[in-house]
Nanobody
Framework: QVQLVESGGGLVQAGGSLRLSCAASGRTFNSYSMGWFRQPPGKEREFVAA????????YYRDSVKNRFTISRDNAKSTVHLQMNSLKPEDTAVYYCAARRGGSGATLLQGQVYDYWGQGSQVTVSS
């Protein structure tokens, strides 16, 4: 069992930055690929970014490329999402998720993840 706890959300003006963190319980964090998803108001959940269990590959949705960076610190069982140049359309509840193993394009699909955090609200004002 893995428990995930997000932190770092909040209210920011357009153009600003936020850093989301997701702390995982358990001693096998380095065997899990990690993903970030978001659910904008009134919309379906969507993929944002993912990083493989080895940290060797990262994936991003097109609209956040060159603005968001996913990283992981296996020693601290934590994954981060650095969000720069934020836009109002980035407003959403952000969720981190964990999948044992995993690689490639499958990590873009929410249904492959085994564990989810409770979510963290990010609001970007114009």
């Amino acid at each position: 069992q893995v428990q995930l706890v997000e932190s770092g959300g909040g209210l920011v003006q357009a153009g600003g930055s936020l850093r989301l963190s997701c702390a995982a319980s358990g001693r096998t964090f380095n065997s899990y690929s990690m993903g970030w998803f978001r659910q904008p108001p009134g919309k379906e959940r969507e993929f944002v970014a993912a990083i493989t269990w080895a940290g060797s590959s990262t994936y991003y949705r097109d609209s956040v490329k060159n603005r968001f960076t996913i990283s992981r610190d296996n020693a601290k069982s934590t994954v981060h999402l650095q969000m720069n140049s934020l836009k109002p359309e980035d407003t959403a509840v952000y969720y981190c998720a964990a999948r044992r193993g995993g690689s490639g394009a499958t990590l873009l699909q929410g249904q492959v993840y085994d564990y989810w955090g409770q979510g963290s609200q990010v609001t970007v004002s114009s």
